[in-house]
């Protein structure tokens, strides 16, 4: 059996054999899904259409029959409480009704033809009514978002370098896989092909520490601070009171542009965190849910930088920008995206989803102070984690400390095992408005469970 330093007060043989355990009940609850699979799916590089598919703690992946709300029907009919919901891209539930009539109409009239819409026109005026800034535009993922905004701001501020928080994610953009490794800036691990330092023009500091964040700005260097308004990637990091001034006053004073980054942060309200707390970055990013599960993303800037912007392509040479892909700005984009926007992104909704939340996370704590484990739990809006280590954490060095990877894995599959799906990359879940009281409860039961069973 395992031996080793205990991971969240567990021995790492009682959390293997439970792992064990789980697993031989997975597989054997998946006879056709383990056929279907075999060694994995044919044609696809490593089995898999996507590499993180095999991320999944399982023994292998859950073969999807349907989806729909709230729950996932696997070929073996098992039935889960998802809530994962793709990681955020169907946070508001499978196929809301809207968005899957939005489709269906938009399907009859064409897919795609680098033209506007008379949904173009109402998603742009839904978007300044929603989010505030005052000029926007259409990317397929926050990945391609974030890294067309970054383009802008080096652009009106002549400056190469951006900043980015221990600790952060921002997508497959390529200048944010920076972390501090010993107090030392460094590349991420495990990055694929990477041949370039990328500290050279990153720069990285940690979250909710204004001291390093000044010291960073002050040479006048940095075009852009990149950021999640909360760390939700690595173990859940919120905000200590002030931060966020501090980084607004900042960049102000060193001509800096602040980038929000909402894509995860979008479960805290209608307008996201930024509008729920009075943020005013200068550049909006938002992904994944914004049209309810059709791959889609915008960026926003604020009236100030789309002027600087406007004048510095007036001024530049004519040639490709280096921004924009051809099927973005779709109509089916458009019409999927004015449905989540009209119809489903909505307060009652936001207020279905906070108080759901609100009770997972009380529960989810019940639980974890019944078994007597230095745990904590972590929430902005509809998403709530459970965290193996005490807390709350103030930075991205706390946060990669906080994570018991094997741990959290055999904790994974024990909850499938009864009936609910969280995130595999962490322990992220998220309340849709399709999520039941049911549900919520089902998953506190089952993590109560769990947790009693490896503490005792």
Not at 51 to 59: A, F, G, R, S
Not at 95 to 100: D, G, N, Q
Not at 122 to 132: E, K, M, N, Q, Y
Not at 161 to 188: S, W
Request: hydrophobic content about 45%; aromatic content about 8%.
């Amino acid at each position: 059996m395992p031996t080793g330093p205990a991971q969240g007060g567990i021995d790492p043989a009682r959390i293997a054999a439970f792992r064990a355990r789980e697993a031989e009940r997975y597989r054997d609850r998946r006879p056709k899904s383990a056929a279907a699979f075999g060694n994995g799916l044919p044609g696809y590089l490593g089995g898999v259409p996507m590499h993180w598919m095999l991320d999944w703690p399982t023994p292998f992946p859950i073969m999807v029959e349907k989806a729909s709300g709230a729950t996932i029907l696997d070929l073996d009919g098992n039935r889960l409480a998802d809530f994962c919901l793709g990681d955020t891209g169907s946070m508001f539930g499978h196929s809301p009704p809207p968005v899957a009539r939005a489709m269906r109409r938009q399907a009859a009239r064409g897919l795609t033809y680098m033209l506007p819409s008379q949904d173009a026109a109402a998603v742009g005026r839904l978007l300044l009514d929603t989010f505030g800034m005052a000029r926007w535009q259409i990317a397929t993922t926050a990945s391609d978002a974030n890294r067309f905004a970054l383009r802008v701001a080096r652009a009106v501020t002549g400056r190469s370098k951006i900043l980015v928080f221990n600790g952060c994610y921002h997508g497959a953009v390529e200048e944010t896989f920076v972390r501090l490794a010993g107090g030392q800036p460094a590349n991420k691990k495990g990055l694929a092909g990477e041949f370039r330092d990328l500290t050279r023009d990153t720069k990285v500091v940690e979250f909710n520490d204004p001291a390093a964040l000044e010291a960073a700005l002050a040479p006048g260097d940095v075009a852009c601070v990149i950021t999640e308004p909360v760390l939700t990637n690595c173990c859940m990091v919120l905000p200590e009171p002030g931060f966020h001034d501090a980084l607004r006053r900042l960049t102000r004073q060193t001509g800096t542009l602040l980038l929000i980054d909402e894509t995860h942060t979008v479960s805290t309200a209608r307008g996201g965190y930024t509008r729920r707390h009075g943020l005013q970055p200068d550049i909006f990013v938002l992904g994944k849910p914004v049209a309810g599960g059709v791959p889609a993303s915008v960026w926003g800037l604020s009236g100030d930088i789309a002027a600087r912007y406007e004048a510095y392509v007036a001024a530049k040479e004519s040639g490709y920008s280096g921004i924009g892909t051809t099927l973005s700005a779709s109509p089916l984009q458009f019409a999927t995206m004015r449905a989540t926007l009209e119809e489903v992104m909505t307060d009652a909704n936001y207020a279905h989803m906070e108080t759901l939340a609100d009770r997972l996370q009380q529960g989810l704590s019940a639980a974890i102070q019944r078994a007597g484990l230095p745990w904590h739990v972590a929430r902005v809006g509809a998403r709530v984690e459970f965290i193996c280590a005490p807390g709350p954490l103030g930075n991205g060095t706390q946060a990669y400390a906080a994570h018991a990877g094997d741990l959290e894995a055999a904790i994974h599959v024990g909850l499938v095992n009864r009936g609910v799906l969280i995130a595999p990359f962490h322990n992220m879940m998220l309340i849709s408005p399709a999520t039941t009281r049911g549900q919520v409860d089902r998953l506190v039961r089952a993590f109560g469970a769990i947790c009693a069973e490896l503490a005792a």
